[in-house]
């Protein structure tokens, strides 16, 4: 089964600070990736997706995150951070075409003003 | 667009005793999802439903959860009886059909923390 791995579980960076959060999975075949965000008090929702084509993908608010299918990961990156930013970051796989959704454990960031 | 709709938002019951959360997805999403997110933890899928037919329960623990969609549209999920370690956030989701290329994509509702004594 597949499973996805969050190295840091605590972040905390000041604002202007670049940002790179890690995120490793576990799975030999297709992957489609996720970063999914929770902002404080609200619910989770999605940052950005990777299905295939450009390893790099832009999503909402300047992250980015990049594909290495080599390392078997999806880092998320931000060159400045702000302290919006301060939110709960998830990392999701879905295998083979399905349509099952599968955390790591989150990163916690807080950025300082 | 209304987003998914979860009820109640907090509920404090004490172990061997049953709840149950309700669920309403988005309008005209196929696929529901029912998360267990333990302090700490990443959300952990429990169940799927497409339409009112069950995808995978694998993670269900089935003796004491239950979940149903009637008409493929409202979700309940029942626990009973409690134990300590259910204590966690619920965590209703919803996406359309994952054949329209909208895979993974799912809207979360803002979940049911529930806490047993």
């Known amino acids: 089964a597949q499973s996805v791995s969050q190295h840091n579980h605590h972040v905390i960076l000041s604002e202007a600070a670049s940002l790179e959060l890690g995120c490793n999975y576990s799975?030999?075949?297709?992957?489609?990736l996720f970063w999914y965000v929770q902002y404080p008090g609200q619910h989770l929702q999605l940052l950005l997706k990777?299905?295939?084509?450009?390893?790099l993908v832009k999503g909402i608010k300047g992250f980015e995150a990049e594909f290495i299918k080599s390392k078997f990961s999806f880092n998320l990156r931000k060159p400045s951070v702000q302290w919006s930013d301060t939110a709960e970051y998830f990392c999701a796989v879905t295998v083979d075409a399905g349509n099952m959704l599968t955390f790591g454990g989150g990163t916690r960031l807080m950025v300082k003003p | 667009e209304a987003g998914v709709a979860q009820s109640p938002r907090y509920k404090i019951i004490e172990k061997r005793q049953s709840v149950a959360f309700w669920c309403n997805p988005i309008s005209g999403h196929a696929t529901l999802y029912w998360y267990q997110q333990i302090l700490g933890q990443g959300p952990k899928l429990l169940i799927q439903f497409q339409n009112n037919g069950v995808v995978d329960d694998s993670q269900l623990p089935k003796d004491r959860f239950s979940a149903e969609r009637l008409k493929g549209v409202d979700s309940t999920l029942k626990i009973q009886p409690a134990k300590l370690e259910d204590s966690a956030v619920y965590l209703c989701a919803s996406s359309l059909d994952a054949y329209r290329g909208r895979v993974g994509e799912l809207f979360f509702g803002e979940g049911s923390r529930l806490t047993v004594l």
């Open positions: 990777y299905f295939s084509g450009d390893p």
């Open positions: 799975y030999g075949g297709t992957v489609n």
